[in-house]
Every structure is written in C-alpha cells, then in structure tokens.
C-alpha cells in the first residue's frame, strides 16, 4: 500500500508542475514508496519465518501424540 501511495504522490506533483519536471518532484514519492516496500518486506520475511517455525513445532507435537496413541493403544491389545 505504501508503494502505491509514494507512486501516486511522484505522479500528483509531476502534474501539478506544470511541464517543469525536476528530480526532487519525483524523490520524495519514490523514497515513500521505497521505504514502505523495504518495511513490508521486513515484516513479511519474519512472518513467514515465524509461521515456517510453528508449522515445525505443531508437526513435531502431532507426530508425538501419534506415537505415543499408538503406543498406548499397544498396552490395550496386548494379552493380560
């Protein structure tokens, strides 16, 4: 979002100057929309990191309840 808002404000102030483009009209909307896309970035990548980490941890807790399922279910067929 905050790369479409820096992009829409280069836009807005090279039509509204009126033919006379200069760089700095375009810097500061491509530095808005630079640094919301390097910070989305960041906030991504450790989400992703941390969804990839609980996905592990969850798998690690299902295969142990299954084991130890089975393993109880074991001591219930056994013969006494």
């Known amino acids: 979002l905050g790369t479409v808002i820096g992009m829409i404000l280069s836009i807005f102030e090279i039509a509204n100057s009126g033919g006379q483009i200069d760089i700095k009209l375009l810097a500061d909307g491509l530095y808005t929309a630079m640094t919301t896309t390097v910070a989305g970035l960041i906030v991504g990548i450790v989400g992703y990191i941390a ?19 089975l393993e109880f279910l074991d001591h219930l067929n056994e013969p006494t």
């Open 51 to 69: 969804y990839n980490h609980l996905v592990v941890k969850t798998d690690k807790v299902v295969y142990q309840m299954e084991a130890n399922s």
